[in-house]
């Protein structure tokens, strides 16, 4: 993993890219950033990966904080915000450095544009966080084919927790030449302690020539 400026997106909300976020800071010695923080301002992600991370990282501010806990097109316009993709602009104090989405890929910042165009500007190379439920195959190959015709890098796929393996066969099989997978076990609970153990046995796995060296 020799670049260390990524994108972590995920099929979708609530799939643990947070979760993620805080054990792949620690694993690769990253600083953190959250563009778009929508609700729970109180205990935000930025808070969570304070809290969860033994590193002790550098974590850039929000650009935005936005109340309401919805999708950020909805919550910017509650609060009289427009957000606009010329609003960001990557902290460049850092080498190495994690950026956490909204929610997944088609979630729209405003009237026209998406999460995916935000990735698409900023250039980095994308990590996808999938985690395994009833429909979850169809989101993960949906994401992939959106980032692949976006012409975004998709550099990781991330099994988050525990999988049923014909799943995640089905998903590894179909991941594009290039992209590899991180696996990091199913949490019991999620605090600093646990999340530490978890990064000891996160497993990165090359995916060479469409298949797989295990
Ligand atoms: N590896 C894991 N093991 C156990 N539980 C997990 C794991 N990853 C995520 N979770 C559970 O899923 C919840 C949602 O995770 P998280 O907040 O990281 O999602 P998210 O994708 O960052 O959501 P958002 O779109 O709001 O940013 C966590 O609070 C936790 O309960
Ligand atoms: C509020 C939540 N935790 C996220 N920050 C925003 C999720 C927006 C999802 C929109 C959607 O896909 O329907
Ligand atoms: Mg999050």
Not at 5 to 33: H, M, N, P, Q
Not at 43 to 56: G, P, V
Not at 126 to 142: K, W
Request: hydrophobic share 40%; proline share 5%; net charge negative.
């Amino acid at each position: 993993m020799m670049n260390k400026r990524y994108f972590i997106t995920g099929i979708g909300t609530e799939v643990g890219k947070t979760v993620v976020s805080a054990a792949l800071v620690d694993y690769l010695g990253t600083a953190y950033w959250k563009p778009i923080q929508s609700g729970d301002l109180q205990a935000s992600d930025s808070m969570r990966i304070r809290a969860l991370c033994t590193s002790e990282p550098t974590i850039f501010p929000e650009q935005y904080q936005l109340k309401h806990p919805a999708s950020p097109h909805d919550a910017s316009e509650r609060e009289g915000i427009q957000i606009s993709l010329t609003d960001f602009s990557m902290p460049n104090q850092t080498a190495a450095l994690l950026v956490e989405g909204a929610g997944g890929l088609f979630v729209p910042i405003n009237s026209e544009e998406f999460m995916i165009d935000l990735m698409d500007q900023l250039g980095l190379p994308a990590i996808l966080v999938c985690r395994d439920y009833l429909g979850c195959i169809n989101h993960t190959l949906l994401s992939i084919a959106a980032l692949v015709h976006k012409g975004i890098q998709l550099a990781f796929v991330v099994f988050n927790g525990a999988f049923e393996p014909a799943t995640q066969r089905v998903i590894e099989s179909h991941l594009p030449a290039g992209t590899d997978a991180i696996y990091i076990p199913e949490i019991k609970e999620i605090n600093k302690m646990n999340l530490s153990t978890a990064v000891g046995q996160i497993k990165i796995v090359e995916h060479t020539n469409g298949a797989f060296r295990k």
